[in-house]
Nanobody, 118 residues
Framework: QLVESGGGLVQPGESLRLVCAGK????????MFWYRQAPGKGREWVAS????????HYSDPVEGRFAISRDDAKNTMYLQMNNLLPEDTAVYSC?????????????WGQGTHVTVSS
């Protein structure tokens, strides 16, 4: 139901933009999230954006470097990642929770790999 793309191998200090596309449902009614899981570690919440993009929130490690956004017309969410650090290396996954009025459903993507290394 969600498909991520945009991961890859970059050097420290570089940028990447991750994309999360909704398939067969309208993400416009859903709160959207990015999570990541580094090798050997548990899954970690990264950022979230409410319906209509009214509010965004970030975890402390990425605050000021990452930016979450959504384009509901394209049924897509983004994570712009700047000044990447080796500790940002992880599998990044997106999640949708909704619809807004009952939050009955939760969808996950399969993840996209991000490697930050010199």
């Amino acid at each position: 139901q969600l498909v991520e793309s945009g991961g890859g191998l970059v050097q420290p200090g570089e940028s990447l933009r991750l994309v999360c596309a909704g398939k067969r449902f309208d993400i416009g009614d859903y709160e959207m999230f990015w999570y990541r899981q580094a090798p050997g570690k548990g899954r970690e919440w990264v950022a979230s954006i409410t319906v209509r993009g009214t509010n965004v929130h970030y975890s402390d490690p990425v605050e000021g470097r990452f930016a979450i956004s959504r384009d509901d017309a394209k049924n897509t969410m983004y994570l712009q990642m700047n000044n990447l650090l080796p500790e940002d290396t992880a599998v990044y996954s997106c999640k949708a929770v909704g619809p807004e009025w009952n939050r009955k459903y939760e969808y996950w993507g399969q993840g996209t790999h991000v490697t930050v290394s010199s």
